[in-house]
């Protein structure tokens, strides 16, 4: 492909000759661009709404963006044909032209920090003061996250993963054992999978990600910056040593996997996470049950005052 073409123009035509979304209902569709969209947007340290910079890990996400946008084009012909109310409203978008926007950017901004330098846990006042106070938390099982009182920042099926692909023949040709019986005039197949976890399993989650609009994702006006993070993760894994001594401990970034690109057939679903909450760059600190277990219940505990490693912010 020139590379004197526009990117976008090399994107798009990179789409054509991989048309990954092509088995997608109009409603999937839908919900996929609405993510990529949530993903690229941010809240600049200057308090306006503003897009990733392509260069600064955006990329991805202006690839994925012009795809889709090939994609209907494809489908319905040129933009903004195709683009429905329900992409944007059957769910409401964060309020990032707020006063709560503005003031987490003008604070954040202040503080001088670094994402991926620090963990960052958000939360009501009253919980996070006892955080630091304490160290008092409490460990929530994956099943809890799939409540649907949550907002859509929190809301997720942790206990499972979907993936979706369209294949080809040539596709299914190379993937069965029996090839031979394929037939020649065999039409594109959609193939659903679902990884699922045998049990369920505690978690405790926190992001790395300086950006101002997680107060917004989360509702929330208060957060801890723990600054020491390795000082924290022994702290609270000594302390859970004697809540959860039947589970095993793992800790680690969550790996955001797009359900229409994955990147391997081997999914660990404790530390899987769909594409969509990217944004949130989280960090999950897991204890996974010897024995499978279903219907956790969640799990309170102290690890100890954190005024040497952490500072509580309220805006």
């Known amino acids: 492909m020139p590379e004197s073409l526009p990117r976008h123009i090399q994107w798009r035509r990179w789409y ?30 200057e308090a306006k709404i503003g897009p990733q910079p392509i260069n600064n890990g955006g990329g991805i996400w202006w ?66 003061e006892q955080l630091v106070k304490e160290g008092a938390l409490r460990v929530q099982p994956a099943s809890y996250f799939a409540n649907k009182d949550h907002n859509g920042a929190v809301r997720d099926d942790e206990l499972s993963l979907q993936i979706s692909l369209s294949l080809s023949r040539n596709d299914i040709f190379r993937i069965v054992a029996n090839p031979q019986d394929v037939p020649q005039d065999i039409q ?27 107060f917004v994702d989360f509702q929330v006006d208060s957060c801890v910056i723990i600054r020491d993070q390795s000082k924290f993760r022994e702290r609270l894994q000594l302390a859970a040593q004697s809540n959860l001594s039947d589970a095993a401990f793992q800790d680690g970034p969550a790996e955001y996997i797009d359900p229409l690109l994955p990147r391997t057939a081997r ?49």
């Open 188 to 214: 594109e197949r959609r193939l659903d999978v679902s990884f699922k976890s045998p049990t369920d399993f505690w978690l405790y989650c926190v992001t790395t990600a300086v950006e101002p609009r997680l």
């Open 16 to 45: 054509q000759g991989r048309r990954y979304a092509r088995h997608l209902s109009q409603a999937e569709l839908n919900k996929r661009i609405r993510d990529i969209v949530v993903n690229l947007v941010r809240v600049t340290p």
């Open 267 to 315: 999914v660990f679903v404790p530390f899987a996470k769909y594409f969509g909450y990217s944004y949130q760059r989280e960090h999950r600190f897991c204890w996974i049950p010897k024995l499978p277990a279903q219907n956790l219940s969640h799990i309170d505990f102290k690890i100890g005052n954190l005024d040497d490693i952490s500072d509580l912010i309220v805006l």
């Open 63 to 128: 690839e994925k963006w012009s795809h889709s946008l090939e994609e209907m084009q494809l489908r319905h012909g040129p933009y903004p044909a195709g683009f429905s109310r329900e992409i944007f409203q059957e769910e409401p978008f964060p309020a990032y032209a707020s006063d709560l926007a503005e003031r987490a950017a003008k604070r954040l901004c202040s503080l001088g920090m670094e994402s991926n330098d620090v963990y960052i846990k958000f939360g009501k006042q009253v919980h996070l």
